[in-house]
């Protein structure tokens, strides 16, 4: 399990939409194909049909680099990426041909697991009508991908902690506060950026202190004998 520190709200939850987007349709999945199975056959129109939306509106130059253009720009661009997950999920999501699918193309792996996952999320959904996970977020749930940040909902914060402290989630896109006095011990963490924006709107370093808070999340207190933490080189 890992833990990803964007320190953007809207950043984390689009990272975790775009990552199970990317689960679903991988671009190596027309490679894989099999003519037999009727779902993929489905999936393998829309990849296609995605490739070629995508290439409108992309110009080369005399070195043969590919720009794209803002005049191929899709409209739908700016549109909740779970929309798009959803698209490739055929009926219920909690079907056991859904379950199938999230075991063989998600990070889980495991169709008993991700079958508890979903009974978690749909008792969730039962108890709390009033703030029920979307079928696009119940999607990244079960590919093993979440979100974690203040603009969250307690509830929906405790339910990703919960999943993640079982083993049932493998990612989780998350701000600094889930440094700060929550247990959630990774194997790895991944820090975007040695810099986050700060009050007023300026761009600040990271203190030592913060950086060694989030660095000491990776390594699980009695599975792991280490953990590991990747910066990943920005401007900052």
Do not use: W
Not at 1 to 21: E, N, V
Not at 30 to 52: A, P, Q, W, Y
Not at 154 to 164: R, T, Y
């Amino acid at each position: 399990p890992a833990i990803f520190f964007i320190f953007s709200r809207a950043g984390c939850d689009k990272a975790a939409q775009m990552m199970s987007k990317e689960l679903m349709v991988p671009k190596n999945r027309i490679n894989s194909f099999d003519n037999n199975d009727e779902e993929d056959g489905l999936e393998l129109k829309k990849v296609r049909s995605d490739r070629s939306s995508r290439n409108r509106g992309v110009i080369k130059d005399a070195k043969g680099r590919s720009f794209r253009t803002n005049r191929g720009r899709n409209i739908r661009e700016d549109k909740d990426e779970n929309l798009d997950i959803l698209q490739y999920v055929s009926g219920n999501i909690y079907q056991n041909k859904n379950i199938r699918k999230f075991s063989r193309y998600g990070l889980l792996r495991n169709e008993t697991i991700i079958a508890e996952v979903a009974d978690r999320i749909t008792l969730f959904n039962m108890e709390n009508p009033e703030i029920p996970f979307s079928e696009g977020e119940a999607v990244q749930f079960m590919l093993g991908i979440g979100a974690h940040h203040a603009g969250m909902l307690p509830a929906h914060k405790s339910f990703v902690e919960g999943l993640f402290r079982n083993q049932m989630m493998k990612v989780v896109f998350a701000t600094e506060t889930l440094a700060a006095g929550i247990n959630m011990p990774a194997r790895s963490t991944i820090l975007m950026s040695m810099a986050k924006r700060g009050d007023g709107g300026s761009i600040n370093l990271l203190r030592t202190s913060n950086m060694l808070q989030i660095a000491g999340r990776a390594g699980r207190r009695g599975l792991d004998i280490s953990g590991t933490c990747v910066i990943v080189a920005t401007p900052f």
